[in-house]
């Protein structure tokens, strides 16, 4: 069986076909520039590149485009459409209206339209990538795999913010979460890797990247996750302010003469490591200056680490103990300093870390980083949010 899976943006789509016998990719690539002048297709296969450079207007154009590319004699990995079994489609929000993989129908895309306005960055690109496969190949199945179903089961207490019950059930609004597809990956991998059920596991996964967040699994389910009703909250990040008390937002924005759209933009894309250092979002940039001596990088530094313990340390008490920590995601795999910022000082917890073991070079592979007498084990798992969104759709059919 072949999954195709769609992550689709609002001038991107990324794409990957996995053969689900061997959960290998067979091609996989991006399209760029959806949209605008200078469209693009990188595909990759046969352990090679291909470039297309082709204007695409619109994301039925860049699909056409990856199937004629995916059947292509010299780039293509398949004969035709016919082997691709199903499409899974990567959707960031799932409001109440969704609580697991659905598959996709007149139904389902009307009630997609009616929760779009709940990621406004995110699920209206969704939509059109789904809308452009249903053009493209009428007939195939295919699902709405989402972001927020692995959160689907915290309890109510966890979920809801404190705000009037009505307006919680008119509006829909409370705690959602993201990157759940990552947060089941590399959970279930570290169940898997240690030869134990996850039932019977307490995790905390740290899925920190561009964009950060943490999640307490217990038994196999979240029982709770830092981002929020958006992906603004929680730890701060690349460029978001993560967790603020809001009476500050609102001073922030008379101040600076903002509307309350402008202040949301302002702390979605302007503030966390690169708004406090004013150096970068790039966590490799903000090594190399604070490195070199500068104050504000090793601040920024200091303030994700430390947010991130503080989100273990409450997690341990909602969890009742701790067996797993996982990082994963870019800086999660990569950053030995912010992997030992983030457990240093839980000695006291049983979290100790093996600093020798922590400086590994990335392999794509599991490493255990923990000392041989913690009683929590510390684990880097390379996540595939891919590979759980082909899982899911093939599981749905
Ligand atoms: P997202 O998917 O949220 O855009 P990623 O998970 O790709 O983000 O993480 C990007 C972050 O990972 C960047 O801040 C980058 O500096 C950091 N990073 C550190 N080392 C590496 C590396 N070797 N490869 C890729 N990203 C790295």
Same mark, same amino acid.
Request: overall charge negative; charged content about 25%; some cysteine.
């Given at each position: *069986? ?5 992550? +689709? ?39 090679? @590149? ?15 485009? &990856? ?9 293509? $990995? ?7 079994? /199903?499409?899974?489609?990567?959707? $960031? ?10 598959? &996709? ?6 009630? =997609?339209?009616?929760? /779009? ?12 990538? $789904? ?5 493209? =190949?009428?007939?195939?199945? =295919? ?15 966890? !979920?809801?913010? +404190? ?25 279930? /991998?570290?169940?898997? !890797? ?21 999640? +307490? ?7 709770? @996750?830092? *981002? ?8 701060? *990040? ?77 997690? =341990? ?8 920590? &996982? ?7 990569? @950053?030995?300093? &912010? ?8 000695? /006291? ?15 794509? +592979? ?32």
């Amino acid at each position: *069986m072949k999954i195709l899976v769609i992550n +689709a943006g609002s001038s991107s789509l990324k794409y990957q076909l996995i053969n689900m016998e061997t959960e290998e990719v067979v091609a996989k690539g991006t399209c760029e520039r959806i949209g605008i002048d200078g469209g693009k297709l990188t595909h990759k296969a046969h352990g090679e @590149t291909f470039v297309v450079e082709q204007e695409l207007p619109t994301h039925t154009d860049a699909i056409s485009l &990856v199937l004629k590319e995916l059947v292509d004699e010299k780039a293509g $990995v398949i004969s035709s459409m016919d082997e691709i079994d /199903a499409v899974g489609h990567r959707v $960031v929000a799932s409001g109440e209206a969704f609580k697991k993989t659905t598959l &996709v129908s007149d139904e389902a895309m009307k009630k =997609m339209d009616e929760i /779009a306005e709940l990621a406004p960055l995110h699920n209206p690109a969704a939509i059109l990538g $789904v809308n452009a496969c249903r053009a493209v =190949m009428p007939g195939k199945k =295919m699902a709405l795999v989402f972001d927020t179903s692995f959160h689907a089961t915290m309890p109510e207490y966890a !979920y809801l913010y +404190a705000v009037d019950y009505d307006d919680y059930k008119k509006y829909q609004v409370r705690k959602y979460g993201a990157h759940g597809t990552s947060h089941k990956f590399v959970s279930q /991998a570290a169940a898997e !890797y240690l030869g134990k059920d996850p039932a019977e596991l307490k995790i905390i996964t740290c899925h920190l990247g561009n964009g950060s967040s943490i999640s +307490a699994v217990k038994g196999g389910k979240c029982i709770d @996750t830092s *981002m929020g009703f958006t992906p603004l909250a929680g730890v701060p *990040m690349g460029t978001r302010s993560g967790d603020i008390d809001y009476a500050a937002v609102e001073f922030l924005c008379r101040k600076k003469g903002l509307s309350m759209a402008e202040g949301l933009n302002y702390l979605n894309k302007k503030c966390g490591m690169l708004g406090v250092s004013g150096v970068s979002s790039d966590f490799r940039d903000l090594a190399a200056a604070a490195d070199g001596g500068n104050k504000r990088a090793q601040l920024a530094l200091d303030m994700f680490a430390y947010s991130c313990k503080k989100y273990v340390g409450a997690y =341990m008490a909602a969890l009742g103990g701790l067996d797993v920590i &996982v990082f994963t995601a870019g800086v999660g795999e990569n @950053t030995p300093s &912010v992997r030992a910022g983030v457990v240093s000082g839980l000695e /006291a917890f049983g979290v100790k870390l093996d600093y020798k073991k922590n400086q590994y070079k990335n392999d794509g +592979a599991v490493h255990e980083i923990s000392a041989d007498d913690s009683a929590v084990k510390i684990l880097v798992i390379p996540t595939n949010e891919e590979l759980v969104i082909a899982r899911e759709t093939a599981a749905l059919l």
